[in-house]
């Protein structure tokens, strides 16, 4: 059947499933360290889960730093489920919160490896890479048009 559908849900709901997908992405395969993946941003976030045939096989999240500026962060996606245009759809559910909120500047500090991903949506690379994790990063940034 293939169906996916994304559902944007407050950490008290999507706390168990969200955490699941970046235990195994961040924890197991990267080797973050586990007590930096949980953070103060997850309980004020709002978290869009990926459903592929029902199965929670994505995450990502929308952090709110004031009235016109958010941050994207904690994309994952299951292993079998890559390269399938999960991670696509989770952005630009993401990205419509965003714009939805009034949002004008949108951050995120990506895995190098994953700055084309990002690029594709209009994220622009900018200032050095950095080490976060023991993985290297950059931040990027998209301009969201204004809507009246």
């Not at 973050?32 to 990502?60: F, I, K």
């Amino acid at each position: 059947m293939n169906t996916l559908e994304i559902l944007i849900k407050p950490w008290q709901v999507a706390s168990q499933e969200a955490y699941l997908i970046r235990e195994k992405v961040f924890i197991q395969e990267q080797g973050v360290p586990e007590n930096m993946e949980l953070d103060e941003h997850d309980s004020l976030a709002r978290h869009a889960l990926a459903y592929q045939d029902g199965l929670c096989v994505g995450t990502g999240r929308l952090v709110s730093l004031d009235n016109h500026h958010a941050q994207i962060g904690r994309m994952a996606v299951l292993s079998a489920y890559r390269n399938q245009h999960i991670g696509a759809a989770i952005l630009g559910s993401l990205i419509t919160l965003a714009k939805a909120e009034g949002v004008l500047t949108l951050v995120l500090h990506s895995q190098i490896s994953a700055a084309p991903f990002y690029a594709k949506f209009g994220f622009i690379a900018e200032g050095p890479i950095y080490d976060e994790a023991g993985i290297a990063h950059r931040n990027m940034i998209l301009l969201l048009e204004k809507t009246i």
